[in-house]
């Protein structure tokens, strides 16, 4: 059975620090390319960070670009998304999603809420 489980979003004061965290199973995840997405209410779901197989190329959605930082483990199978400078437009639900390369599979968590509030 596969599955992508995100933890550690919460509430934030603006300017503070979360890191999100997704282990995926059921799958070989050293195989996929690993996404996180955020959709905030009423809003479509965008694409945050993404990361290759080996963690050697990166992307950032431009509005996340120096404050957020994505990375891999491919032994613990895990992806995470360290968001520092924290501030209100980013509160939303962040999922991450698995891409298998040259393929259409495509997995997705179940999210996690970050609200960043005063």
């Known amino acids: 059975q596969v599955q992508l489980v995100e933890s550690g979003g919460g509430l934030v004061q603006p300017g503070g620090s979360l890191r999100l965290s997704c282990v995926g199973s059921g799958f070989t995840f050293r195989y996929y390319v690993m996404k996180w997405y955020r959709q905030a209410p009423g809003q479509e779901r965008e694409m945050v960070a993404g990361?290759?197989?080996?963690?050697?190329?990166?992307n950032y959605a431009e509005s996340v670009k120096g404050r957020f930082t994505i990375s891999r483990d491919n032994i613990r199978k895990t992806v995470y998304l360290q968001m520092n400078n924290l501030k209100l437009e980013d509160t939303a639900v962040y999922y991450c999603?698995?891409?298998?390369?040259?393929?259409?599979?495509?997995?997705w968590g179940q999210g996690t809420q970050v609200t960043v509030s005063s």
């Open positions: 990361v290759t197989i080996d963690g050697g190329r990166k």
């Open positions: 999603r698995a891409e298998g390369m040259g393929t259409s599979t495509e997995y």
